[in-house]
């Protein structure tokens, strides 16, 4: 008895959770929406690590040529072999937030690209790391650390200079232009949009946003507002963010999550023996004639409705994810399936 009374109360908790989660909800424009211009870049380089324990490039002379071009740029010419197994190849790669000052440092991930075994105890010798424009951005220098996993195997060819990449260009985008500024939605949607503008309008009548070329909304800076307190208080305005409709499937672990007001039609699904009948009348499925089949009428139309009923009667996380699969295929999950 206290089993079941348990069973009602967390039913009716999620329940209201549920109608909760379908509820209009408020996120930041920031969380949607992006400023043109504002953006991550990428720089990359290439470079040598020293200092490896026989651990190094064994078979690529490629780290021997690098390590001579170094030498060299320190007065060293020498002709001399190189090849070493305390050496290694290694390639560079870095990102830079959208503000970047000369001086500033970032983490640099280096990850072997020859045969070394292991690039443990090394330190990578200073190289330069550029953008797609092909100027310098970065110089990186400084012993490798690695990271200890929580659970598999160690890495030991790819590692992490913390902190040892020093900005050497500073970055400064231009995101006004014509006294505006551009928004960008992450994922474009209509309603979506709609809420910006209308959010916008009601603080800053001045701004006049508009959706112009490639769907983006151009905000006019007001005249007695400056840059900085304009771009913050657009951020931190609240608007729907008109929530796609969508259910995920994971099949590997057999997680199932279910994204916005996700409906369906009226449908009767049978599979091995069960019978399930989805919709909003009354009335209950018909099993197979001659044969005795676990039957569940459902009086709803989503698809909470008929997960927790499937799961009620037992069926498997395997027989849930093919007949969700199956209401797709029928058209009557109204729904963006997305099957992992």
Not at 86 to 98: E, H, R, W
Not at 196 to 209: C, D, F, L, M, T
Not at 240 to 263: L, Q, S
Request: hydrophobic share 45%; glycine share 10%.
């Amino acid at each position: 008895m206290k089993k079941l009374s348990f069973l009602l109360y967390f039913t009716a908790v999620f329940f209201l959770l549920q109608n909760n989660l379908y509820s209009a909800v408020n996120v930041k424009i920031r969380e949607i929406a992006f400023i043109d211009g504002l953006k991550e870049n990428q720089v990359f380089g290439f470079g040598v690590v020293v200092g490896l324990q026989g651990t190094g490039d064994s078979k690529t002379s490629l780290a021997e040529s690098s390590l001579k071009s170094v030498l060299k740029s320190i007065g060293i010419t020498e002709d001399e072999n190189y090849r070493s197994k305390n050496i290694a190849a290694v390639f560079l790669t870095a990102k830079l937030p959208s503000f970047v000052r000369i001086g500033d440092r970032v983490d640099v991930a280096v990850s072997s690209i020859g045969d070394a075994k292991s690039l443990e105890g090394g330190v990578l010798v200073q190289s330069p790391l550029m953008g797609a424009d092909g100027r310098i951005y970065v110089v990186s220098q400084g012993s490798l650390s690695f990271s200890s996993p929580k659970s598999g195997k160690k890495i030991s060819t790819a590692a992490n200079v913390v902190n040892g990449g020093i900005v050497e260009r500073a970055l400064e985008p231009d995101i006004v232009a014509n006294n505006a500024i551009i928004l960008i939605l992450r994922d474009w949607d209509f309603t979506v949009a709609n809420n910006i503008i209308k959010a916008v309008e009601g603080r800053y009548i001045e701004s006049k946003p508009e959706i112009v070329n490639n769907g983006r909304i151009k905000l006019l800076i007001p005249k007695d507002t400056g840059l900085t307190e304009f771009i913050s208080t657009i951020e931190n305005m609240e608007v729907n963010p008109g929530t796609e409709a969508r259910v995920v499937i994971n099949e590997r672990d057999g997680t199932i999550v279910m994204g916005g007001d996700v409906k369906i039609s009226d449908v009767v699904v049978s599979k091995d023996g069960m019978i399930i009948k989805v919709g909003s009348r009354e009335g209950g499925a018909i099993g197979s004639t001659g044969e005795t089949a676990s039957t569940a009428a459902i009086k709803g139309s989503s698809v909470k409705d008929i997960v927790d009923s499937l799961n009620y009667i037992g069926a498997s996380t395997r027989d849930i994810i093919a007949i969700l699969k199956a209401i797709k295929d029928a058209g009557a999950l109204h729904a963006n399936l997305i099957i992992k």
